[in-house]
Structure formats: C-alpha cells, structure tokens
C-alpha cells in the first residue's frame, strides 16, 4: 500500500501541477487506521452474530463456523476483492518513470 504512494503524488502533481504529498499520506494514515479498526471489529460482530461465548470451553457447531466466517473466508473473500481492485490499477512502471521524467523537465523549465 505505502509503495503506490510515490507514484499516486507524482500523477496528481502531473495531472493537477501541485505536489500534494502531505495530504495523500495524511489521507493513506487516516484510511489505515480506520481498517485496523475495522478489522478489529468486525471479527466480533460476527462471532456475536454467530452466539460466540467466550466463558465456554467448547463453543456451538454456530459459534465454530463464526469464526470460520470471521477468520477464514471473509479475509480470503476481501483478499480477492483487493486483487481485482489492483488488476485495475492504471499506472505502469514505464508510465510513472514517463510522468516522473515531465515534472523534472517542466522544473527545470521553470528555472530558467
């Protein structure tokens, strides 16, 4: 995730022709956090939804596919979801090292 960065700051600086680093990895922080929340709280809701007791050594046929659910499929589920996700990612190496190649002439450009 934190490797995209770099190349997402250099787009926007070539499509908008400000350099907004501050704010992209402000952004990228806050949506981070907000996943290690919720990856902390789903799990729970599901295993309530599923009657999960932790005071019980053995836990109900409910309770045992709960967790399945919460630590077993649904991460496999979103993890296919991110894939497809990043198999539609627009930018290429090639094409960054081009966008990364323009701001270092316009730059240079300006200087003059």
């Not at 190349?7 to 952004?27: H, L, T």
């Not at 939804?49 to 409910?62: E, I, L, V, W």
């Not at 497809?84 to 003059?112: C, F, G, H, T």
């Amino acid at each position: 995730m934190w490797s995209l960065v770099p190349e997402v700051v250099s787009y926007g600086e070539y499509k908008s022709k400000k350099r907004v680093a501050g704010i992209i990895n402000s952004i990228m922080g806050l949506f981070y956090k907000i996943g290690l929340a919720l990856g902390g709280i789903i799990p729970g809701y599901i295993n309530a939804f599923f009657k999960f007791d932790g005071a019980k050594a053995t836990q109900s046929a409910g309770a045992l596919a709960g967790i399945q659910w919460s630590m077993i499929w649904l991460p496999i589920i979103l993890a296919f979801v991110a894939m497809w996700v990043m198999s539609r990612y627009p930018l290429s190496d090639s094409e960054v090292d081009r966008i990364n190649l323009e701001i270092e002439k316009e730059k240079k450009a300006s200087q003059i």
